[in-house]
């Protein structure tokens, strides 16, 4: 099993910044990824940024330039450094992995989630 804690989140004015923060522990012949996913009332999960191992990065194009995802591979955590905040980036954040089992299977894990709100 994987856990998955995250912490961070803050009511934050428009135009502020927010680092997220989330810690893996577990069990895992190796972490494939990590990454963060939002999700606003009413509205589907997102993607928001992940970071693949081999050192391959993704955003969601609202958050290009401004959101900055990164790791400490020796601590198993990954960040979320949030600048220009906007009342559209308040939703629920939650954290992802996908782990490579030691037989090899490849499986994927959610943290409980941290709550962003941007408002002024």
């Known amino acids: 099993q994987v856990q998955l804690v995250e912490s961070g989140g803050d009511l934050v004015q428009p135009g502020g910044s927010l680092r997220l923060t989330c810690a893996a522990s577990g069990s895992w012949n190796r972490i494939m990824s990590m990454g963060w996913y939002r999700q606003a009332p009413g509205t589907q999960r997102e993607m928001v940024a992940v970071?693949?191992?081999?050192?391959?990065?993704a955003y969601g194009d609202s958050v290009k330039g401004r959101f900055t995802i990164s790791r400490d591979y020796a601590k198993n955590t990954v960040y979320l450094q949030m600048n220009s905040l906007r009342p559209e980036d308040t939703a629920v954040y939650y954290c992802?992995?996908?782990?490579?089992?030691?037989?090899?299977?490849?499986?994927?894990?959610w943290g409980k989630g941290t709550l962003v709100t941007v408002s002024s």
């Open positions: 992802q992995t996908v782990v490579r089992t030691f037989q090899r299977d490849d499986m994927t894990y």
């Open positions: 970071q693949a191992s081999g050192g391959g990065t």
